[in-house]
């Protein structure tokens, strides 16, 4: 008997490990993701450009290398038929061509965020741009 406790007690310990590891993120922090978004250190290497440098996140200022993402938190819900904002939005950092943004061309973005940051930067990250509402894309 005692080990059949011993046993659903490690049962449920994985299945919390299991639940903690990648599937459902923390939520990010978005003063974090706003710093990160500007930081020219990005991979912590000194070296890489910021998101910043392609990216205005300035209502009216025209789109540089990248689009203007003043209204991406705005947008984002509706970007991928049936895709949540929060998906949509980890997936164009990580998986830059996949959902390539409309008018621009894949190898572009920069593909190696998702081994140079953290799952926890991507999530500030996220969290940043979900912030962005300026109502005008
Ligand atoms: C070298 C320039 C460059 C850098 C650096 C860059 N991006 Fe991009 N980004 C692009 C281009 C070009 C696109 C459009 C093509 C695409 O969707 O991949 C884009 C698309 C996006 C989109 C989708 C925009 C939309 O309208 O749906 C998001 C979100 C985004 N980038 C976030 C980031 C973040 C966050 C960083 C920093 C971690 C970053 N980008 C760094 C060039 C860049």
Same mark, same amino acid.
């Given at each position: 008997?005692?080990? &059949?406790?011993?046993?659903?007690? !490690?049962?449920?310990?994985?299945? $919390?490990?299991?639940? #903690? +590891? *990648? ?6 922090? &978005?003063?974090?993701?706003?710093? !990160?978004?500007?930081?020219?250190? $990005?991979?912590?290497? #000194? +070296? *890489? ?89």
């Amino acid at each position: 008997m005692k080990l &059949a406790w011993a046993v659903m007690w !490690l049962l449920s310990l994985l299945a $919390l490990a299991a639940c #903690g +590891s *990648g599937h459902d993120p923390e939520p990010g922090d &978005a003063a974090r993701g706003q710093q !990160l978004f500007m930081s020219e250190n $990005l991979g912590g290497n #000194g +070296s *890489g450009p910021s998101c910043l440098s392609c990216h205005s996140v300035t209502l009216g200022e025209p789109p540089s290398i990248g689009p203007n993402l003043s209204n991406v938190g705005a947008r984002a819900a509706s970007t991928v038929p049936g895709m949540p904002a929060e998906a949509y939005l980890r997936a164009a950092i990580v998986e830059p061509d996949t959902y390539l943004a409309e008018g621009y061309q894949e190898g572009i973005h920069p593909r190696d965020y998702g081994q140079i940051l953290s799952a926890s930067q991507i999530n500030d990250l996220v969290a940043y741009l979900r912030t962005l509402h300026s109502g005008v894309n």
